[in-house]
């Protein structure tokens, strides 16, 4: 069983910077894609951004040229940076993961709360 590891969220003000980072179990060379989602309360869940194995990336309109993915293949982590953050920003962090085959993974999520 594959296991992802959420951490670096918080309370920050509208301005400001996060760094979200995702451990996994496996190496992330396994998996065909990471991503990370939010959910924010009464929403349904939604894309943030995503890697895929062969290095590309995609992000959501909302927070294209603020947000970051990366991978650290030596520590088997995902980043997402957050830059220039707004309330908007403000919901819970999923981590996912997406095998070659089979269902998805996605780690417990982490809270980012952005204050006015």
């Known amino acids: 069983q594959v296991q992802l590891v959420e951490s670096g969220g918080g309370l920050v003000q509208a301005g400001g910077s996060l760094r979200l980072s995702c451990a996994t179990s496996?190496?992330?060379?396994?998996?065909?894609?990471m991503a990370w989602y939010r959910q924010a309360p009464g929403q349904q869940r939604e894309l943030v951004a995503r890697?895929?194995?062969?290095?590309?990336?995609t992000y959501a309109d909302s927070v294209k040229g603020r947000f970051t993915i990366s991978r650290d293949y030596a520590q088997n982590t995902v980043y997402l940076q957050m830059n220039s953050l707004k309330p908007e920003d403000t919901a819970v962090y999923y981590c996912?993961?997406?095998?070659?085959?089979?269902?998805?993974?996605w780690g417990q999520g982490t809270q980012v709360t952005v204050s006015s």
């Open positions: 996912n993961a997406e095998p070659q085959t089979g269902p998805d993974y």
């Open positions: 890697s895929t194995s062969r290095m590309s990336a």
């Open positions: 496996r190496s992330i060379f396994s998996f065909n894609a």
